[in-house]
């Protein structure tokens, strides 16, 4: 398994600025998934951050506003740029480390983000 | 490309009744099927997995789930539910080398 922590778990900001969220997994992965659940809502697959290659973003993600680190195999950021009140959501890290015989991720406890 | 139905967006019983959460998926390949469970301001928790083999998967908390590839679906059972598996729980499919994809979440309330 993998155990993942993020920071921070919340966060309350003001319109127009930007938040950047760390997550950080206990052992080395190659594959690494940024979530977004908007409030009552399920999950939505921002990015996908492999480990020495870029950011691969879904149909109504952009870089521009979710840039994405992965400077290592244990280790990324997400940042939320320019934040609005629609940006309002937990956003999850998780991760698929690729165990014998399963393709499951693990994910994070989230971050809750409120945009004021 | 891989999605998931999830048929019910809430469902109400009663304590130590049964339960059946519904899940059917749609994929052109072969799939690895999941339930995942949230508790109120958690995270989420791998509850079972089908990957191959046996239909029956059991998870844990008492869960199990039924592969029906000629009916698509993975539905999720308990037969005797307690309070504290009031949750919201999303059934999840994914294809050999992809990500994961979820359904619209269940949301299961046990009533004392």
């Known amino acids: 398994s993998a155990v993942i922590s993020q920071k921070p778990s919340r966060d309350i900001c003001q319109r127009g600025t930007s938040l950047t969220i760390q997550c950080q997994v206990d052992?080395?992965?190659?594959?690494m998934f940024w979530y977004r659940q908007q409030p009552g809502q399920s999950l939505t697959l921002i990015a996908t951050?492999?480990?020495?290659?870029?950011?691969?973003?879904e149909s109504g993600f952009v870089i521009d506003k979710f840039p994405i680190s992965r400077p290592n195999l244990t280790f990324s950021t997400l940042t939320v740029s320019n934040m609005s009140p629609e940006d309002s959501s937990i956003y999850l890290c998780?991760?698929?480390?690729?165990?014998?015989?399963?393709?499951?991720?693990?994910f994070g406890p989230g971050t809750r983000l409120t945009v004021l | 490309a891989q999605s998931v139905t999830q048929l019910d967006s809430q469902v109400p019983v009663f304590e130590e009744a049964p339960v059946e959460l519904r899940c059917n998926y749609s994929?052109?390949?072969?799939?690895?099927l999941f339930w995942y469970v949230q508790y109120p301001n958690q995270g989420l928790q791998l509850l079972l997995k089908?990957?191959?083999?046996?239909?029956l998967v059991k998870g844990i908390n008492g869960f199990e789930a039924e592969f029906n590839k000629s009916q698509t679906s993975f539905h999720l059972r308990k037969p005797s539910v307690h309070i504290s598996d009031t949750a919201e729980y999303f059934c999840?499919?994914?294809?050999?080398?992809?990500?994961?994809?979820f359904g619209a979440g269940t949301r299961l309330t046990v009533k004392p």
């Open positions: 998780s991760v698929n480390p690729r165990l014998a015989g399963g393709n499951e991720q693990f």
């Open positions: 052992s080395q992965v190659t594959m």
């Open positions: 951050a492999n480990q020495g290659s870029e950011a691969t973003y």
């Open positions: 994929s052109s390949v072969s799939v690895y």
């Open positions: 089908y990957l191959s083999g046996s239909t």
């Open positions: 999840a499919v994914s294809e050999w080398d992809n990500d994961m994809r």
